[in-house]
């Protein structure tokens, strides 16, 4: 396997980490009671697993997830991945993903940027931003060039994926189906999400042995195993004729102020580990 096709698996939505039914997104009320925490976060990658005859050699990276906002003035994101894969070749490809994105609290309004780069050279720009309206969510994109198109009006978009996601641990539910909108790649994608959810860490449990051990307000915390697998979406024809392959899948320990820690980036022939080396908290904004 070449060191380009690498690192166009290896950009996928990880920056979505960071209600089990098919039914539009409910109004900000029904998530009201998940209070997302401005933070500031960083995750060491190393290769953890390889398999087939594909190996790769060795990954090594970071990312910097810079988290902020309130459910009255929106949440915006600041995201950064830089990796460095050696696939036995003699010469390593180093990817630098950058993205930021803004989304409204009440999941009606997202706007989203981002750059991939290889060794330095830039190979794909998003810009763009989607809006929800009756009966379904339309994209506006101006890179990588102008179009325009709607998606369906139950799909959600990242951060309110994330509050769902925690609003369902809470109530004890353990699957949830969504189609999720992260503008991601080329801006055009559609992805199927399964997630999954294994039983509540409560809080004091487990001492964790990353960054997150040293911040007291997560002592107080519940924390649950949590794996999304992302589908490309297929024609009606397609997804009868057997069971899907996810093409990514991550997991990680979500607490319920939706920090992550212990993340593991799993691709059909090699598994990425990312450990919380770096957790600072920002000071809370509240609504005015």
């Given at each position: 396997?070449?060191a ?29 009671a998940?209070?997302?925490?401005p ?11 390889t ?9 090594r ?37 950058r ?5 409204d ?40 060039r ?26 004890g ?34 001492p ?31 997804q ?15 607490y ?33």
């Amino acid at each position: 396997m070449n060191a380009l096709a690498l690192v166009k698996r290896l950009v996928l939505p990880v920056a979505a980490i960071i209600l089990a039914t098919g039914e539009a997104p409910a109004a900000p009320s029904a998530n009201a009671a998940v209070v997302l925490a401005p933070h500031r976060a960083v995750y060491d990658l190393k290769l953890s697993k390889t398999k087939g005859s594909r190996a790769i050699e060795s990954v090594r990276g970071r990312i910097l997830y810079d988290f902020s906002g309130n459910s009255c003035e929106g949440y915006a994101l600041q995201f950064r991945q830089v990796s460095e894969l050696d696939s036995g070749e003699g010469k390593a490809a180093i990817s630098d993903l950058r993205s930021t994105t803004w989304e409204d609290a009440a999941a009606t309004s997202f706007r989203f940027n981002s750059q991939n780069l290889l060794n330095q050279a830039q190979t794909e720009a998003v810009d763009g931003h989607a809006e929800r309206e009756t009966g379904k969510v339309t994209v506006n994109l101006s890179k990588p060039r102008q179009k325009k198109f709607t998606e369906p009006v139950d799909a959600v978009f990242p951060t309110e994926h994330m509050r769902r996601i925690i609003a369902a641990a809470r109530e004890g539910k353990t699957v949830l189906e969504f189609s999720v909108y992260d503008g991601s790649e080329s801006g055009e994608k559609l992805y199927n999400t399964l997630t999954v959810i294994g039983r509540a860490i409560p809080p004091g449990s487990k001492p964790t042995d990353d960054a997150g051990a040293t911040v007291a307000e997560l002592a107080k915390l519940t924390r649950w195993p949590v794996n999304i697998s992302y589908f490309e979406q297929e024609s009606d024809a397609a997804q009868h004729t057997g069971e899907q392959t996810p093409i990514y899948s991550i997991g990680f320990e979500l607490y319920e102020n939706g920090i992550s820690r212990a993340l593991t980036l799993q691709y059909p022939d090699f598994t990425i580990s990312g450990k919380l080396t770096q957790l600072d908290m920002k000071k809370d904004t509240p609504c005015k």
